[in-house]
């Protein structure tokens, strides 16, 4: 197991309408923000909502809501022009993962002087960043608390690493009123996605104490919230559930790492504009067999505490009913299971896994693993 190293950053705070206290917040990091949202946000109302807890309390902002399927370099050229035009305090995110990584990468660059496509191709931050408040709108953000930010490179579709300070991030506020405007099926398919997450950093050679820790209840509370809870003692709802199962998701991947689904789900995403959940989730059950050849333990593990297998199952056992669980829940959602489903063809798939080897991400898999190795993972689920 890895050495535990783990610095308190940042403030979070997680509750129902914890996102109406946004604008007293925000006063303890300047007057005038920036404020990024999801497009999903203005059209459900929810962009209203956040913005007035800003309103009420004077802060002057303006906002930016120009992100399309998948942003780019070329979206955050323009953020981070306009952020500077305004000389803005500090920046408010509000979405999914996208809008995230937008705000992450604006306020990365905002005192750099050298061009975003230098730090693309691997030149360092060295100035400190903008204040960033993160109000995610989804169940799960794979990269909020990690020290990378993934950027779809305009130039050629392929994800680069912006490297970014650990304390970044300033505050995250999870409000699981904030999902209201997702549907049932993206609600299950970001469920899966966050379970997903959650067995990639519990089998990373990453993983410490602190992140198993937070991975065994996380994969609790998300069971509770798929499956319903075995007492009536767990009256907590569904969204409250997965909101603070997937907050303790992120803080464990980004103290652990992602893995080979999580991975070629970004790169697919980067490339063809498929759902990073949707990918993730056909993934998923070839991620767990994969691993019972190396971590049955760790595995049988997680299928207990997902009610997947009985208690007394040996652990090869319990690995294969934690895939044939995830397959069931697939079927149930009647989503792809097989990537030929997502009309790619495998030549298609292999650039994703040749983009996927050549990021540093590659080098903390639960296994080593080459882009050969992910692109066999990639037939098998093909």
């Known amino acids: ?35 990024i949202f999801d497009p999903v946000l203005k059209e459900s109302g929810t962009s209203q909502k956040i913005l007035k807890s800003i309103q009420d309390r004077g802060l002057d902002y303006f906002t ?83 020290d990378k930010t993934p950027l779809i490179d305009a130039r050629s ?32 398919a970001m469920s899966l996605e966050t379970l997903c997450l959650a067995t990639e950093a519990y089998l990373s050679p ?25 007492t009536l003692t767990v009256t907590t709802p569904q969204e409250l559930l997965l909101s603070q199962g997937g907050c303790m998701t992120a803080l464990a991947a980004a103290t652990s790492s992602m893995g080979p689904a999580s991975l070629l789900a970004l790169t697919i995403n980067s490339r063809f504009k498929i759902s990073r959940s949707l990918t993730s989730t056909i993934l998923f059950p070839y991620l767990i067999e994969d691993g019972a050849k190396f971590k049955s333990d760790k595995l049988a593990t997680l299928a207990k505490i997902l009610r997947a297998a009985p208690e007394d199952a040996e652990d090869s056992q319990a690995a294969a009913l934690f895939a044939d669980y995830i397959r069931r829940h697939i079927a149930k959602m009647n989503i792809p299971a097989r990537l030929k489903e997502l009309s790619l063809g495998i030549e298609q798939l292999s650039l994703a896994a040749e983009d996927a080897g050549e990021t540093d991400l590659i080098n903390a898999l639960p296994r080593s693993m080459s882009s050969d190795d992910l692109f066999e993972l990639i037939k098998q689920a093909y």
């Not at 579709?157 to 009123?177: E, Y």
């Not at 904030?178 to 099926?185: H, V």
Request: hydrophobic fraction near 40%; proline fraction near 4%.
């Open 1 to 35: 197991m890895a050495d535990f190293n783990f610095r308190i950053s940042p403030n979070i705070v997680l509750g129902s309408y914890t996102s109406t206290r946004l604008g007293q917040y925000a006063q303890e990091y300047g007057k005038k923000f920036m404020v």
């Open 64 to 146: 930016f809501d120009e992100i399309p399927v998948t942003a780019d370099t070329e979206i955050i050229e323009t953020a981070l022009s306009l952020a500077r035009q305004a000389h803005v305090h500090g920046i408010i995110a509000a979405g999914g993962g996208k809008t995230l990584n937008v705000a992450k990468a604006v306020c990365t660059l905002f005192n750099e002087t050298k061009s975003l496509y230098e730090f693309a191709d691997g030149e360092i931050p060295t100035t400190e960043p903008l204040p960033l408040i993160c109000v995610p709108t989804t169940i799960r953000d794979d990269f909020l608390f990690m």
């Open 157 to 188: 579709s392929k994800i680069k690493l912006l490297k970014n300070k650990n304390t970044l991030c300033k505050l995250a506020v999870w409000d699981p009123n904030l999902t209201a405007s997702l549907t049932e099926k993206q609600i299950a």
């Open 206 to 230: 990453k993983a410490t104490f602190f992140s198993d820790m937070l991975i065994e209840k996380s994969v609790q509370l998300i069971s509770y919230a798929m499956d319903g809870a075995q």
